[in-house]
């Protein structure tokens, strides 16, 4: 766990997301959790070594790799609203889903037989701020990654968590995206004065992570555009996949995985574009 800021902690190294915890004079709020079983005990662990009491447990989304891991605190969970309606749609056969990533991995398969999900107790639509124990925290809906997509900001520390809307040397998820918005969202930060980001996968950055993901996003729109004004349906604009392949490095052993979440952006870039120019 690293100290960014005065009572700012983040752990970096988790096979899901990145996750975070803010000190406060009455305990802490906890920023995401992860999404191995065995991992998001170590990290009530880990926060439990620097305070006895959490408030809060806040989920920048309601994708597996922020949540798997609320059940190991004993508090209640933030969320945006849109999360808590995907959410509270969850069922054993979602944990099944999980189980069934790591199948080559039964040692950590096995682990999701002892998870139950948690829902989010508190919901929120544009801001929250949360004046707690001497800290203002700003739970912020950003958008863009999904529609519950959120932050948070510390306007006195100038550090922002953006969850997935920014991530470092991997490829963006799309799939669930509105990748105008998620365009604009990222314009917005770099016109931010920002002391950090803590983003949603990979090391610390500043504004100028923004950019590599705005190239990104705008080279998938300007590719599936392309195909959908040629004519081609969208089993065909899945070329796409191979033109966008290499963007960004990636272990040879995740290259289906890879490849599968670009296929879920461009299905829904192609939506996008069918939206904005119809269908004939």
């Known amino acids: 766990m690293q100290e960014i800021a005065p009572g700012v902690y983040v752990k970096l190294d988790y096979e899901g997301a990145n996750v975070g915890c803010?000190?406060?004079?009455?305990?802490?709020?906890?920023?995401?959790?992860?999404?191995?079983?065995?991992?998001?005990?170590?990290?009530?662990?880990?926060?439990?070594?620097?305070?006895?009491?959490?408030?809060?447990?806040?989920?920048?989304?309601?994708?597996?790799?922020?949540?798997?891991?609320?059940?190991?605190?004993?508090?209640?969970?933030?969320?945006?609203?849109?999360?808590?309606?995907?959410?509270?749609n969850y069922k054993d056969t979602f944990i099944e889903r999980t189980k069934n990533i790591f199948k080559k991995r039964p040692e950590i398969a096995a682990q999701f037989d002892q998870v139950k999900l948690k829902h989010p107790e508190i919901t929120f639509t544009g801001r929250l701020i949360v004046k707690k124990g001497g800290r203002e925290v700003h739970f912020v809906h950003l958008g863009g990654h999904t529609p519950?997509?959120?932050?948070?900001?510390?306007?006195?520390?100038?550090?922002?968590?953006?969850?997935?809307?920014?991530?470092?040397?991997?490829?963006?998820?799309?799939?669930q995206s509105n990748s105008k918005e998620w365009l604009k969202v990222l314009t917005r930060l770099r016109k931010m004065s920002l002391t950090c980001i803590v983003p949603g996968h990979g090391p610390l950055c500043n504004v100028e992570a923004t950019v590599p993901v705005s190239e990104y996003i705008r080279a998938m729109r300007s590719k599936v555009r392309s195909q959908y004004r040629a004519g081609?349906?969208?089993?065909?604009?899945?070329?796409?996949?191979?033109?966008?392949?290499d963007y960004f490095p990636y272990r040879p052993g995740d290259k289906s995985f890879i490849e599968k979440r670009i296929r879920a952006g461009v299905s829904q870039v192609y939506d996008e574009m069918k939206a904005i120019y119809g269908t004939g």
Do not use: C
Request: net charge negative.
């Open 22 to 88: 803010i000190l406060t004079d009455t305990g802490a709020i906890v920023i995401d959790t992860p999404l191995i079983p065995a991992e998001g005990k170590d990290w009530a662990a880990e926060v439990a070594k620097i305070t006895d009491k959490v408030l809060y447990v806040f989920n920048t989304d309601h994708h597996r790799a922020h949540i798997m891991g609320n059940q190991y605190f004993d508090a209640p969970v933030i969320a945006h609203e849109m999360a808590w309606k995907e959410m509270s």
């Open 232 to 245: 081609r349906t969208k089993s065909e604009a899945a070329v796409v996949i191979s033109q966008m392949i």
């Open 148 to 175: 519950a997509t959120s932050g948070v900001w510390l306007p006195d520390e100038r550090i922002l968590f953006t969850g997935d809307v920014v991530v470092v040397g991997e490829h963006p998820s799309l799939g």
